[in-house]
């Protein structure tokens, strides 16, 4: 490296390169746990299938090692669950555990992003490769996408590196050299499903570039392709199964995986329009509309760089055609050619950032050659000079309003709710289980994006203890609503009606929930993230029956307040239920009750209010509308009972009163 006629030393260099990436792994490592707020659902899907790996061999569905894991059922590339297993092993599930292989692997595609300039011979390589390295440091969307730990953004990282060996191969001619290729373009097909359709036309456009300039001979084309080929056998074996509809299997330890979405045709002509054009050129240059991949002020790679990149792009046609003309190969060419290929793909499918991360691969290359021409661009060296430190306070500035905006709280108060994202449950159940009362009681998770990856990522159930409480049947329609209810104590999303021998755990961010528990009379733990809430029955005041409590029955009950389960029968959808029909308001405060329900050994049936005009009219009260009462009851609820208990709540009041009533099986008057 030189500056000006100055030779720079290489204990300086060295020192150089290790100052960015100690730079770059900083940046990507402050508050990492924290920002983005919550994890995502995709991560969280593959951060508890990798812990099932680590310590049981199996992913959550009890698959020996799959190749391509089920996730949500749609599927998901395995490459990072199983980069995770030695983290979350070793030092847990956590946001920092889930996000640390990514930020490693980027580390590694940083130094090769940078090596790739230093295959040129001239001068400037070691300014270019230094120069490649900043911008993979200093640009938004390799920040942002490796701070999330989804396996889709694993591509680029692995198609920095993919592209520098196959370059490297390439102008080294040795076979070792294009093994390695071969063995890095296998692993990144396990990267992301694009790639399925991405490497195929990138192999078959860059074979006829190095056949055209003479720079691959036979044994390069095996020496490359075998490592694909055998790497890549078992996600073919996967893709027929699901496009045959063959029975999954196995190969050794690992699973041949047969989904129960096959997600087909995602990637066709027929998305192809003028709007998806539209949107692969913003989400790979601008900005999309997910802000957890770009944020709108500063875009995937700020904008002061796209005139830069797009005199990269000319630059690097010009000396394509040059190679073709001279039989030189071009190195800049396969970065090229793998933007194009991204490009087209994402035209034919509904693109956003995440999903054509790969493209991000070619910045570096596209936009350092942009810079070199533009300094080119002028004669004089101090103009050469000037440029350059307009350019380096420029990118300085953006840089640094990007690290504030990002990390000094804009980012994380205007984006603190996003799609897909959610917290984890870890403080809530351990205060759930801590708790005397509430570890024996029923808890129910309100809904969040599949509720029970959270709770699993968070109570860290063993799958084979969640598949024995949860039997996953592939042949049942219902199968994924029935597997995801609940386990053990927990259900996951909200019953119909409240049960007050129930805990709650509730975001802070599902403000209508949480109100209808305050005013159900519920209290509130509020933790950091989530609430808790629990109803104790102590903290209200029971209520004399007979003199404190209006109660008439109409339908199903006797003067006794005796249940007659052979009385007043119907067939409600198909179902033979006991109906029990009529009114009752609280006499002390003149108020109709907030909550009636039957529990019958446990299990607990509410009442449907209905308004009775004809009382509210009669007592010359309003309030009293609502005091009709409707029960349906499965009369099967009813076998071997001989008595229920009758319970009234008034929240409002702080009152209740109940009653043990007897179920009688034989008609009586």
Sequence with gaps: MERGNKQVPIWMQVMLFGTVACIALFVHLFHIAEIPNGIHVDEM??????????????????????????????????????????????????????????????????????????????????????????????????????????????????????????????????????????????????????????MPVFLALALGYLLAVRKIRFCH?????????????????????????????????????????????????????????????????LFDGLRYNTVAPFGTVYYVSLPLIGMGIVKCVRDFAASIRKKEFCYKTLYLLWLAVLFAAGCCMEANTNRLNAAMAAMPVLLVEGIWQTVAWFQDVRMQNTVKTILAVAYLICFSSFLLYYFGGTYAKLYEEMDYFDNPLDEALAFVESDALCSTQTTYISAINQTYIYYLGAALVSPFDFNQDNVFDREDPMIYSKWTAGHGRYRFGMPEQLDWNANYIVDHNNTACSSLLRESGFMEHRLERYSVYTFDLNTFIQMDLKTDVELVWELGMNSQNQIRTDYGTQTIEGVESVVLVGWSYDKKYMSSWDSVYLDLDGKKYYAEFVERGDIAVRLGNEALLECGMLFFIPKAEFDNQVSAELMFIDFGNKVYAKERVEILHETCD
Excluded at 234 to 256: H, W
Excluded at 258 to 277: A, N, T, W
Aim: aromatic share 14%.
């Design 221 to 285: 084309v095996l020496a490359l392709g075998i490592p694909i080929a055998v790497l890549s056998a078992p996600l073919i074996a996967v893709q027929l199964v699901n496009l045959l509809g063959l029975p999954e299997f196995q190969m050794g330890p690992f699973t041949i995986t047969r989904l129960f979405q096959y997600r087909r045709g995602e990637i066709s002509l027929g998305h192809l329009s003028v709007q998806s054009v539209k949107d692969a050129v913003m989400s790979i240059f």
């Design 45 to 198: 899907g593959m951060g508890y299938d990798a812990w099932c790996l680590a310590h049981f061999g199996v992913d959550r569905y009890l698959k020996s090692y799959p190749v391509y894991l089920m996730n949500f059922g749609g599927g998901q590339s395995a490459l990072y669950a199983y980069l995770c297993i030695p983290f979350v092993k070793w030092f847990g599930l956590s946001p920092v555990t889930l996000r640390l292989p990514g930020i490693l692997l980027y580390m590694v595609s940083l130094f090769c992003g940078a090596g790739v300039f230093m295959l040129d011979s001239d001068d400037t390589a070691r300014r270019k490769a230094l120069t490649g390295m900043v911008m993979m440091t200093m640009l938004p969307v390799f920040m942002m996408l490796f701070r999330i730990g989804m396996d889709c953004n694993l591509m680029l990282a692995m198609s920095v590196i993919f592209l520098f060996l196959a370059a490297r191969a390439v102008r080294a001619q040795r076979v070792t050299a294009f093994v390695a290729a071969g063995f890095a373009g296998g692993v990144l097909l396990y990267t992301y499903v694009i790639s399925y359709v991405v």
